[in-house]
């Protein structure tokens, strides 16, 4: 029972978390350090614990195939925490470019 108020709880605090990243990387993407491009990515992390924001950002995956294919390039380089979330909103289609 426990397990399920967390889960319940981690959902509806990831909306807005992922929101404030969100917004918080797109301030900071002009500036010199790259901390806009972290914040983007943390903010799609945190998102992707909510199951809508999961559809949604797997049907943006699906609708831009040559993004989609480059995050698959890059994806075995990165930290395994990146990896988890990359594979878990991958919409495992046909990987070739159109």
């Known amino acids: 029972m426990k397990k399920k108020r ?8 990831a909306l807005p978390m992922s929101v404030l990243l969100l917004a918080l990387g797109a301030v900071t993407l002009p500036l010199p350090l790259p901390t806009g491009i972290i914040l983007i990515g943390l903010g799609l992390a945190v998102a992707a614990l909510n199951p809508r924001l999961l559809k949604f950002i797997k049907r943006a995956r699906s609708r831009h195939p040559r993004t989609n294919a480059r995050i698959r390039a890059i994806t075995p380089r990165l930290p395994a925490f990146l990896r988890r979330i990359l594979t878990r909103t991958d919409n495992h289609q046909d990987a070739s470019l159109p």
Not at 6 to 13: D, F, M, P
Request: hydrophobic share 75%.
């Open 6 to 13: 967390l889960k319940l709880l981690l959902r509806w605090i």
